[in-house]
């Protein structure tokens, strides 16, 4: 479809920079000349100087006098920066009533004041700064990775615990080949490497829809994971607060939106500290533990006997593997953040991305080393990490804040999916995937309409798997494996298409990548089905129907609305075409008026009303709608009265509905001549407090959902204030 | 105040006859000379052969065709009794949703097929159906009345029960006095004599308003009474029932409620055979009773020695008196209906009420005697007239049949209340005192808003109580002695005033009723305060009050909307007033426009926009919000490209708000010139799936709230349709 290419150029052009202008896309070039054209025929003489109020406010000389309905509009609300522009200052913004002044000062009490959009382009990263803002999300992981995978293991007895060390090889293995595969989809899509983009633009938009479902899915278990693992770190220190798990997590939940919200620059010092500190707490174990243990010639403590519930088959360690590649989700977050470094910036990105999988390399395979020489095992009531903390340092202020720094960055890297999603969602939206309404940027420049989605759902499914972690992991590593898989897909069909230097040594490496990360998809997938991947691997497509759906919506409606050329201008009127022809014309000459006032009784809101239509000098027809035959003739007579000046309809409805033969007559009148434009005026009596409404009928809002069908017909609220 | 006497007027005109124009009042003189007035004035010619389509749609020769959002209107849904006007038929008032069809469908199969408005004239009963129709709330007391005056005295022991015939007598006399004094009302008010509309009319609106307020939660209790008495009869004669007490009650409310809406004539049929049915069997109880008395020579019983839980004090003989009270509940109902009589319609009511007290009477009297003959006491579990039953009718299908009628004839008494309690609304919003929907009459010609509110209030008054009749009865009393209180004083003080022929004697019966009313009133309020009957102690002055800020709202609404005389034209343009003199017109002439459209985006809805407003003829000023800069500067360009054949102003709202800068911007012009009338034309996207709305920001309606406060600003909806 070509709205469609049109609107993929659109995308390209603008690349993966995130701008509130993003809501008003530009008009492609086949638009703006079609635009051109239906100026040319635009017959309307244009009168300048006929305005009868300055527009540019700039040069009234009378003083603005309160409104009785309204509130002060003091002309300090706009400032002239141009001629025919002007700039609304902050206060243009708060609303009018009273309750929504009073809303609006909370709101900025909790938020703080609105940024400018001016704003946006400072909100950039230097790497030291990048590192722990995006690395929490993936360091954090070792704080729940290796515990994952050993709690699997030690279902086949205290035996089976010795394939951690392979397993953890394994992995390590697996995460320097993927991190060197990302480092390379960075280099090539500086604009922002996510999975979304790399894998809708290499291997089509079905791919990228799916990529996105699953990054999406992995964003939410990542809030409801980190804050699980956080909350049961602090509840491994203080088991007191154990009952309290779920509303605990969800108003952790809610402080990080509400944080959130505040905007991203606010947020990304916070992160610095805590990701530091997790960092130097755990390579403190590590030292601390690894010296303790050369001391006794690294020889392991031997593991107090478990009974073994499973036997030790292949399935039992392909769920082991696949619990613990948790440890590598987050992996995405610097290909998704790559506009967010300075210049040059997918050469800082690259760089970061390279230090972080480092760290992560050195912790995990640290930990699982360490947890294996000190002979630990999975407890329900104690996180692994902790275990080892209290193992390591018995007394003394290390182990309060090692826990204190893991409860830190866990809540952090549930901070990280805050980041990413709503941007996920505002290229989806941008590309017509998502609804629109993620493309708005709030009042502190940041996406609130994905954030408020964000911590709604991950709510949901942490309140819904009632706060335990190892419940949460099954669901985990399949959505991020997914989009990794496709990633680096994409990459190699990418290298094949392009060739560029090297492209041979480049596409292996993808390729290397790709090929493990789908390994792990399918053995997650497999494995963990019956223990809740099932929902993921349901979720996934159901996601990408939708997707598809929204997209066939938007583009349909794009089209629909998309300019098209004037039909030359019939002689006759146009035969009556199905979908109303009096919607054809975008031409003012083109325009034939009807002007249909209802009236039901004759008071100063509808004789306004009248008045109102025939100031319009277009031809005009009142109706009045009787109950029965004699206040029919009452209200003729009354007509007459007042001069009968404009032609008068009486409708009789014997069984006393009103918005019903009024539709219907309506629609009639649109039916014998579908060409004219009718324009129902409706006096509205507009009522100053709220609970004087359910003393009125609501006839002006059914009317008008009534008439919302019709085509051609435009509605018009005619108001009288009334003061009580 | 003048428009309240005008209204007034209008009312006494009106009499009480229930009509569906009485949603269309009449214009009062005063106004009707306004009209005129105005209308002289009036500059805008008439141009009658200008229409573009014939509005009878009489003469049009084009056969219609379905469109493609709303469905075929067929000419049929309209035929043309006289010129310029239509009647429409039933069809005309099927919604055109396919939704809104199928509700409608629904509701016909339920409730019936609508009743044209002419039908309302035919809707008279005679004699001998309206004292089943109007008795069965008064007869029906007696199934419940003695046994509450012997519950009272039981509690001081078994030998206080001797108390019950004296008290017995008392009531008598009472219901007597009560009953003449009614007649003489219904004589003076023929066309309906409701307490609301006599104490009104002779002490005042206040007295009216507390008589109103005493009726209406007269009526709510007789429904939860009538009902919860029901249900014990059934519960009584089948044990296995009672713990279901309260969702049968819900449910007989329910279909009590069903049944009515489907009208007045049907409902009226139904009566006939229970109450007579019900009559029929307690006289046979009295006949066989007194028959098997007199074979013992009328010994009594001596009653099963029951232990005093109180001291037979003059408040608990209060008490009980009160309690017997109860039985006249009802006596109402035949004063209210008077205009729902035959011609000649008072004498017809009059005998009527004649023939319910005589009946009242002889089986409140008769049955008192006869479970004081024999012996029987109150029990928790069987009702009393069910023991009288059991002892008359000891086998044989005549206690079932009683038991069938007596539940039969209660819930019939509640449908009184259905009958009653819409009529008293009816009455009071037409005098303004209550919301004006309850003048609406539904499909069927019955007020269906009002029996809805009365099904409500019963449903939440009977859940409450649990369906616990002993509890519903102390707060019965108050409210219809309050009403037969302000009734027949007001009757008192309307002979002193008139001094008809033989005024000195109606006074004296008029004034005995008012005066043992009174001491009933006083007797019940105080001997029943604790246990309840402060509840409707503290309601009706509440209600009271409600009903007065009601007519304060809609007096202010009417003095706001009289007409008033146009002022003379001024030369300058009128200063600008605080109300924001651009409503101040009702003249076309005096109305000067300025045209806004506010331009999101250039496409096909916003150049529809723009080409309906040029087509107007007005000045026109296109408005952009952009959130940026850069975007502003983009949509400039865009327009120069199309032609810039209107005045374009871009705001930048660097805060990314549209709603808010937009509606200060236009009461800053309004500000700037207050006598201007503002066009705010929006574009406004239908779509045809529901569930595609969330994929749109609701910025059209948003806008319309943010501009509904600001006076003169007109908002008109240009709609296109979008076919998916």
Redesign the interface.
């Known amino acids: 479809m070509e709205a469609a290419r049109e609107r993929r150029d659109d995308e390209v052009e603008q690349g993966t920079v995130v ?3 993003a ?5 492609s070039p086949s638009q ?1 000349a079609e ?2 054209r ?3 025929r ?1 017959r ?1 003489p ?3 100087g ?8 700039g040069r ?1 000389d ?1 003083r ?2 309160p ?5 002060l ?1 003091p ?1 300090a ?2 400032t002239v ?1 141009q001629p ?5 200052t ?1 206060r ?6 009273r309750f929504g002044r009073a809303l609006t000062r909370l709101r900025r009490a909790v938020f703080g004041p ?5 704003a946006v382009l400072y909100e950039r990263m230097r790497k030291l700064v990048a590192l722990p803002v995006l690395s929490s999300d993936l360091l954090s992981s070792v704080a729940y990775g290796p515990e994952a995978m050993l709690a699997v293991l030690v279902l086949a007895g205290t035996g089976a615990l010795g394939l951690s060390l392979p397993l953890a090889a394994v992995l390590v293995v697996l995460m320097v080949a993927v991190g060197v595969s990302y480092r390379q989809t960075i280099q090539a899509y500086p604009h922002g490497a996510g999975s979304y983009v790399v894998a809708g633009d290499n291997l089509g938009s079905l791919a990228g829809l799916a990529a996105a479902a699953g990054l999406m899915v992995d964003y939410v278990l990542t809030v409801a994971v980190s804050v699980a693992a956080g909350v049961h770190a602090v509840t491994s220190a203080l088991p007191g607060l154990t009952p309290a798990t779920v509303p605990l997590g969800v108003l952790v939940i809610a402080v990080l939106l509400a944080g959130n919200l505040r905007g991203v620059r606010t947020a990304g010092n916070i992160f610095v500290l805590p990701t530091y500190a997790f960092v130097v707490a755990v390579l403190a174990v590590l030292v601390v533990g690894y010296a303790r243990a050369a001391g006794r010639g690294f020889a392991p403590v031997s593991p107090p006997p478990v009974p073994a519930a499973e036997g030790l088959g292949l399935l039992l360690v392909l769920r082991a593997f696949s619990s613990g590649a948790v440890s590598m989700t987050g992996i995405e977050a610097v290909s998704n953040a790559v506009p967010a470094f300075r210049p040059s910036e997918w050469r800082n990105a690259r760089t970061t991305l390279g230090w972080m999988v480092f760290l992560l390399v050195l912790l995990f395979a640290g930990l699982t080393g360490l947890i294996r020489l000190e002979g630990l095992v999975p407890l329900p009531g104690e996180t692994m990490l902790s275990q080892l903390g209290r193992v390591t340092f018995p007394s003394g202020p290390w182990y309060p804040l090692l826990q204190a720094a893991t409860t830190l960055i866990l809540l952090l890297a549930a901070n990280t999916a805050f980041n990413g999603f709503p941007r996920l969602l505002f290229f989806m939206a941008r590309a017509g995937h998502a ?3 993620f493309l ?4 502190r420049l940041a996406f609130s309409n994905g954030m408020a989605a964000l911590a709604v759902a991950a709510a949901l499914v942490f309140v819904a798997f009632g706060g335990h972690t190892a419940s949460l992991i099954p669901l985990y590593a399949v959505g991020v494996f997914l989009a990794f898989t496709l990633s680096q897909a994409g990459m190699v069909v990418r290298w094949r298409r392009r060739r560029g230097p090297g492209w041979r040594r480049r596409l292996a490496i993808n390729a290397i990548g790709a090929v493990l990360s789908a390994l792990v998809l399918i053995t997650a997938a497999v494995a963990k089905f019956s223990e809740g991947a099932w929902v993921v691997v349901v979720a996934v497509p159901l996601l990408v129907l939708l997707f598809q759906r ?1 997209h ?3 583009a ?2 794009h089209h ?5 050329p004037p039909a030359p201008a019939p002689p006759a009127p146009a035969p ?1 075409g ?3 022809s009096a ?1 054809g ?10 002007v249909v006032v209802p009236v ?6 509808s ?2 009303a ?10 005009t ?1 009142a ?1 009045h ?8 003739d ?3 007579e ?1 007509w007459q ?17 009103f918005v ?2 009024l ?3 309506l ?8 060409e ?2 009718l ?1 129902v005026i409706v006096p509205e ?2 009522l100053r407090r709220p609970w ?1 409404r ?4 609501r006839v002006e809002q059914r009317l ?1 959902a ?1 008439l ?4 051609g ?12």
Chains 1, 2 share one sequence.
């Open positions: 701008t509130p202008s809501e008003f896309p530009p008009l703006r635009l051109g239906i100026g040319e635009w309307a244009r009168a300048d006929d305005l009868p109020v300055d527009p540019a406010l009234s009378r603005p006098v409104t009785r309905f309204g509130r509009a002309f609300m706009f920066e025919d522009e002007l700039v609304a902050e243009a913004n708060v609303p009018g009533s609105p940024l400018s959009s001016t609804p629109r309404r708005h940027m709030g009042d929204i066939r919506h938007y349909t409606l629909a609305l998309a300019l098209r009556p199905p979908a109303g919607e014309e975008e031409l003012p000459q083109e325009v034939r008026h009807l039901a009784r004759l008071n100063r809101a004789l306004r009248l008045a109102y239509a025939a100031s319009l000098g277009q031809p027809l109706v709608i009787a109950p029965e035959e004699a206040e029919a009452r209200f003729r009354q009265a007042w001069g009968d000046h404009l032609r008068l309809e009486t409708i009789v409805s014997p069984y006393r509905a019903g033969p539709a219907h007559y629609e009639a009148l649109h039916t014998t001549r579908p004219l434009t324009t009596v507009v004087h359910p003393l009125h009928s008008r009534a919302r069908a019709l085509p017909v435009v509605v018009t609220s005619v108001p009288v204030h009334v003061a009580e």
